[in-house]
């Protein structure tokens, strides 16, 4: 079956850079969400479209945008870059339209993102 | 979910036996509940959900047990094998227009071979 794709996998930037990310998410599924893990800690959550439309926002920096387009693929944009950015950015995806946003989201395998 | 650094709980466990791992979620109006295994570098991968209109729902060799009284949330491998380590985080989800979200802090569970 169809997973959540991201790219790149691994990224390597330098301070006040900028970075973006790619997701692609399971065919049909209508929301993507953004997280970012940093070592040992838990996935926090920054952002979530549904529908192509901004549907939650959470502890996403003011440097950060992200969108979703037409194909429901989306991108996180990083600017200005810090090394407190590097991290695990997670893009996970779920079919929610007609369920009453009780369906699982899928993870992809996420893009390290590191600093420099 | 609030972040406890580098000092994730941790669970060992000798092959073979039974684990329980406990998560405590905070909103009385979460309505699903998904528990994620996560491997060193990898992305979450979903283990088992449960609504909130059950107490307990099974898996192969995994059961989760959700007590809503004290906003409580379990995941019990049974026969624990040395592929079952990894950190396992519980999320809470709840409909508010949008579906939220929202992870518990990870337990990595040691398996002892």
């Known amino acids: 079956a169809a997973g959540v794709i991201q790219s790149p996998r691994h990224l390597i930037k330098e301070k006040r850079e900028t970075a973006t990310l790619k997701c692609y998410p399971i065919?049909?599924?209508?929301?993507v969400y953004w997280y970012q893990q940093g070592p040992g800690q838990d996935p926090q959550f920054l952002i979530s479209f549904y529908e192509k439309m901004q549907s939650d926002k959470g502890s996403i920096p003011d440097r950060f945008s992200a969108q979703q387009f037409s194909d429901y693929h989306s991108e996180l944009n990083m600017s200005s870059l810090e090394l407190g950015d590097s991290a695990l950015y997670f893009c996970a995806s779920s079919l929610i339209g007609g369920t009453g946003g009780r369906n699982t989201i899928y993870f992809g395998e996420g893009s390290w993102l590191t600093v420099v | 979910g609030e972040s406890v650094g580098l000092h994730l709980p941790t669970l060992s466990v000798q092959e073979g036996d039974n684990s329980i791992i406990n998560c405590a979620y905070s909103n009385s109006a979460s309505d699903y509940f998904i528990w994620y295994k996560q491997e060193s570098g990898k992305g979450p991968q979903f283990i088992i959900d449960i609504r909130s209109n059950m107490d307990k729902r099974q898996g192969q060799r995994v059961t989760v047990l959700l007590n809503k009284t004290v906003k409580h949330l379990s995941l019990q491998i049974a026969a624990t094998q040395p592929g079952d380590s990894a950190v396992y985080f519980c999320?809470?989800?709840?409909?508010?227009?949008?579906?939220?979200?929202?992870f518990g802090i990870g337990t990595k569970l040691q398996v002892i071979p």
């Open positions: 999320a809470e989800n709840y409909w508010r227009g949008y579906q939220k979200v929202t």
């Open positions: 065919p049909r599924h209508d929301t």
